[in-house]
């Protein structure tokens, strides 16, 4: 089994700041990408970021220059620090994992989400 545990939502100001963390466990043999995806109410689950093993990365523009990605490969963690957040960015925050499992099986996995909000 694996687990995605994430950590590091709450409520904030508009023009704070959070930093969410995300650990995958388990039988996990090797992890390729890493990353964060959210979902506002009424609407579809969308990329926020990922980074691959190399520690290459991909943001969405809505937040490019106030989002970064960073992955600990040793801890099989990655971490979302979340800067000058905007109303907008209230929802809720998926970790995913592509990885391979010890029978040499590639899936995705989801955490169970944690929930991010925004005042104005």
């Known amino acids: 089994q694996v687990q995605l545990v994430e950590s590091g939502g709450g409520l904030v100001q508009a023009g704070g700041s959070l930093r969410l963390s995300c650990v995958a466990s388990?039988?996990?043999?090797?992890?390729?990408?890493m990353g964060w995806y959210r979902q506002a109410p009424g609407k579809q689950r969308e990329l926020v970021a990922t980074?691959?093993?190399?520690?290459?990365?991909t943001y969405a523009d809505s937040v490019k220059g106030r989002f970064t990605l960073s992955r600990d490969n040793a801890k099989n963690t990655v971490s979302l620090q979340m800067n000058s957040l905007k109303p907008e960015d209230t929802a809720v925050y998926y970790c995913?994992?592509?990885?391979?499992?010890?029978?040499?099986?590639?899936?995705?996995?989801w955490g169970q989400g944690t929930q991010v909000t925004v005042s104005s």
């Open positions: 995913n994992a592509r990885l391979m499992t010890y029978d040499r099986r590639w899936n995705n996995y």
């Open positions: 980074i691959t093993t190399g520690r290459s990365t």
């Open positions: 388990g039988s996990i043999f090797s992890i390729d990408t």
